[in-house]
């Protein structure tokens, strides 16, 4: 989950560097770390809560608490998984307060921003794939919030087991078990809805996700 950025000099800057740059009142640093992760947090958001308007107040809460506690960070974690810890905690905060489940919308629904990628990709393929989505959403919507939660940080943002154990608070072998348990469930829902053989997460389409979430959603400038 790590990143680096490029200087005018051709070298590479870690996440270390910036935020250790950020530490010491480098407000440049701490909005390039800003700029290369908004897009997972808010995907992060949006994939657990299921709405776009609280996804973007989350982001933007993150980064802003980020930025507050930023002298705080001690590194014993990579600042990505502290910032989706912080992203995770608002998002159960936000589905306590409501006291209900996310409610999920399809991914890629019609309206909604362009895929990148139409040019080459077949009507028949895209509606195809924008139905197994619209089925892939229903099904995630039955899961538990841990258990959703575990297969977006697992199978969407590649998250080991051992840091998905480390952001949940819990033992690995429950995140393993959160995984196993949450993906069956699945493979149940789409089987009853007719979607047999290799039909997997990686056919969700996220691509419109992506492109909705460039829109710059926080700006610490003002």
């Known amino acids: 989950?790590?990143?680096?950025?490029?200087?005018?000099?051709?070298?590479?800057?870690?996440?270390?560097?910036?935020?250790?740059?950020?530490?010491?009142?480098?407000?440049?640093?701490?909005?390039?770390?800003?700029?290369?992760?908004?897009?997972?947090?808010?995907?992060?958001?949006?994939?657990?809560l299921g709405r776009e308007e609280e996804a973007r107040d989350v982001c933007q809460e993150?980064?802003?608490r980020a930025f507050r506690g930023i002298k705080g960070f001690k590194g014993q974690a990579k600042f990505s998984s502290w910032l989706y810890r912080i992203a995770l905690n608002l998002c159960r905060d936000w589905i306590r307060k409501e006291r209900r489940s996310a409610v999920m919308t399809p991914l890629d629904?019609?309206?909604?921003?362009?895929?990148?990628?139409?040019?080459?990709?077949?009507?028949?393929?895209?509606?195809?794939?924008?139905?197994?989505?619209?089925?892939?959403?229903?099904?995630?919507?039955?899961?538990?919030?841990?258990?959703?939660?575990?297969?977006?940080?697992?199978?969407?943002?590649?998250?080991?087991?051992?840091?998905?154990?480390d952001l949940q608070d819990s033992p690995l072998s429950t995140v393993k078990t959160r995984l196993y348990q949450g993906l069956s469930v699945l493979r149940k829902q789409l089987r009853r809805k007719g979607v047999?053989?290799?039909?997997?997460?990686?056919?969700?389409?996220?691509?419109?996700?992506?492109?909705?979430?460039?829109?710059?959603?926080?700006n610490l400038d003002r």
């Open 1 to 48: 989950m790590g990143g680096v950025h490029t200087t005018a000099f051709g070298m590479q800057r870690t996440d270390e560097e910036l935020v250790a740059r950020a530490i010491t009142g480098d407000s440049g640093s701490f909005n390039q770390l800003v700029r290369r992760w908004e897009r997972q947090i808010y995907a992060l958001a949006y994939r657990v």
């Open 62 to 64: 993150t980064f802003l």
């Open 109 to 165: 629904a019609d309206g909604e921003a362009p895929l990148p990628d139409l040019t080459v990709e077949t009507a028949e393929a895209r509606t195809v794939r924008r139905d197994l989505g619209r089925l892939m959403t229903d099904a995630m919507a039955t899961l538990s919030e841990e258990q959703r939660t575990t297969i977006v940080l697992k199978e969407y943002h590649g998250l080991t087991f051992q840091e998905i154990a």
């Open 196 to 218: 047999h053989g290799t039909a997997t997460l990686s056919a969700v389409p996220t691509a419109s996700l992506m492109a909705r979430s460039h829109r710059k959603v926080v």
